[in-house]
């Protein structure tokens, strides 16, 4: 793509990757550069540091945003332990990560109305969102809640604090709402700086958070990475969204700058402590971690000579030396990340890029596979035949939407015989003849019910049911209020829906497929056209699992465009 004239935003701009990543893309004349960081002073300082290096650049095009993006935008400026640690906020983050994604939740986001409020044309992620939900640390909100079992002292508390740690629910709530909001912004282009979690080493990893090797957080990260990174593969072949690509550099990153100065853990001074060596403990004792009683407040600040690799924090020489040395970590330099990220963004093959490789390594469709596919339906229309059964749905597969099309699909072939036939029906011939066959075909009716859909009727007023329902979804409360607008709902998402407006609809479907189909010249025998007469038997028989696909590709925008 052209970066020159575009609106680019990096979120977490003011890391040590980002920063590197918005001095490079400067290069390339953007319109505007939007700069995220946590604290929106951090977005500032770096915005402040641009506009020094490029003093020929308009002060106007650099925009500086703070706060914390997985969180509901009048939170985002709020440390995250202060809002679970309110019970009406706690109570409204579990909502907002588990509930079903609407319309309330997506514009309570921040990251949502920080992409709306901009528009940008390209967004570049370098936050470290696996370290984000990983650090939430669901190991000790569980042995909390354990404990607390074991000592019959089990509070709501701990148990909302438990949910709302836990970390792949989080996650996927971050890419529904990443997803929506790049589209609604209508970005061409989302790249991410993701993280392998281990800096590219193994389960042997010296470097960890606890006397296990590696610890259960890091390897908690390492797995959202993935998890992460697959995901955004799901958007990456999602029509109608941007364009999704991933670098992940396997290798600790260094560096932002070479000091003397405060030791710093997790934004604040380490003080120094001391014991006297005459209050020293003995081993013959049990080891308490509240025996603090001898230690001495120096009432100092711990300053020395560091290297400061950004997010990763800073190192002493000798545990620089040894990340970096030669089979540990090693090192990638910032620069050289943001090289490869600009490079993406104009268009280039680095070879590094993680959504190319999955599609250039991962097993697709194959020919062998196709050419079964139709041995298989053979036999399955042999067996039908050898039988005498109809084999429609059996909602195994799903969503129940599946199951209501291919039933609506068969009724009406059972009722028209052909695509043809069809437009010389009414709908309010198609209703009515739907339901006498519903009404007088026991055994199709018993296996409609059976897997669980409701069969609505063509007055829209009353129907019938099995035991089990799959829509609507059964709720705590055990009943729902029955009202137009659920209906038509629950019709859409697997009830099969009887009703004339509902026939007309399928009318105006079968119409759109032969109208289609015919577009195609009779002389035209290329690979060009998939949909032909030949595809639909002329139109001379009804093909409920052809028509579902149909209506998933071109209706539901369900399609797979990448194999």
Known sequence: MQIKGSKIMVLGGWGLVGAAICRKVLEFSPSKLIITSLKKSEAEDTVRILQEEFPNKDPKMFVAKGGNIFTRDDWRNENWMNVIDDDVRRM??????????????????????MIQEEKPDVVIDCINTATAFAYLDTYRATLEVVNKIKNDKLDNV???????????????????????????????????????????MGLNIPYTHSEERPSRVLMSKSALAGAQTMLLYLMARTPGGPIVKEIKPTA???????AYDTVMRKGSPIMLMDMDIESARSVDNDFRFDDNHDVIDRNK????????????????????????????????????????????????????????????????????????????????KQLEKEHGVDSIAFELLGPPRLSKLLIEAYLIKKIAKSMAAASGFSKKELAKKALELIREDEELRSQILSIGLVILFPDGENYIRGDVVNIPVKRETGRLEINKKRINQWCYEGWIDLRPSNFLKW?????????????VPLDETSSRYTYTKDYWDNYETIDPGKIAGWIFEFEDKGWRFKR
């Not at 609604?184 to 282009?189: G, H, I, R, V």
């Not at 009318?507 to 577009?519: G, P, T, W, Y």
Request: charged share 25%; aromatic share 8%; no cysteine.
């Open 507 to 519: 009318k105006e479907r079968i119409d759109d497929i032969i109208k289609h189909s015919n577009l």
């Open 92 to 113: 409204g983050a579990i909502e907002d990560i588990f509930m079903e994604l609407d319309g309330d939740i997506l514009r309570r986001s921040a990251l949502y109305q």
């Open 158 to 200: 701990s148990v909302e604090r438990l949910i709302v740690s836990t970390y792949i629910p989080q996650l996927i709530r971050h890419v529904q709402i990443l997803h929506k909001s790049l589209t609604d912004a209508e970005s061409t282009l989302y790249l991410k700086v993701g993280t392998s979690g281990t800096g590219g």
């Open 252 to 258: 600790a990153i260094a560096w932002k700058r070479i």
């Open 301 to 380: 600040e711990f300053k020395s000579v560091f290297i400061d690799t950004g997010e990763n924090g800073i190192f002493s020489r000798g545990e620089f030396q040894a990340i970096s040395s030669l089979g540990q970590m090693e090192i990638v330099t910032p620069e050289e990340i943001a090289e490869y990220v600009v490079y993406e963004l104009r268009g280039g093959n680095t070879g590094y890029e993680v959504m190319q490789g999955l599609d250039s390594f991962t097993l697709g469709p194959t020919y062998r596979g196709g050419m079964l596919q139709n041995v298989a339906i053979r036999k399955i």
